[in-house]
């Protein structure tokens, strides 16, 4: 009996770890997406050329809508971490103005 218990623990840490990293993986994945967008906005946003203009622009909506999505994905996972949020994982992301 008491191996079926510590088996069953065990089967939990698992479980949770992978979910845990899932979602790590899933934030990290989500920020570098968000990060370059922000970037290509802001190379090309003061251009004179209306087609890399178009490129900034286009760049600055799937930043603001990573950083919607992100945003609410974080909500919905804050319990994975209890308050305790990996340094390189951010709470939110500012939208891009």
Same mark, same amino acid.
């Given at each position: 009996?008491?191996?079926?218990?510590?088996?069953?623990?065990?089967?939990?840490?698992?479980? !949770? &770890?992978?979910?845990?990293?899932?979602? +790590?993986?899933?934030?990290? /994945?989500?920020? =570098?997406?968000?990060?370059?967008? *922000?970037?290509?906005?802001? !190379? &090309?946003?003061?251009?004179?050329?209306? +087609?890399?203009?178009?490129? /900034?622009?286009? =760049?600055?909506?799937?930043?603001? *809508?990573?950083?919607?999505?992100?945003?609410?994905?974080?909500?919905?996972?804050?319990?994975?971490?209890? /308050?305790?949020?990996?340094?390189?994982?951010?709470?939110?992301?500012?939208?891009?103005?």
């Amino acid at each position: 009996m008491w191996n079926d218990y510590t088996h069953e623990l065990k089967k939990v840490d698992e479980r !949770q &770890y992978e979910s845990k990293k899932k979602v +790590e993986d899933t934030a990290r /994945a989500m920020i =570098a997406s968000y990060k370059s967008d *922000v970037e290509t906005y802001n !190379q &090309y946003k003061d251009s004179t050329n209306a +087609e890399k203009q178009s490129w /900034a622009e286009q =760049a600055k909506m799937r930043a603001n *809508v990573t950083a919607n999505s992100y945003n609410e994905y974080m909500l919905k996972n804050s319990y994975v971490w209890n /308050a305790n949020i990996p340094q390189d994982i951010k709470g939110t992301l500012p939208l891009v103005k």
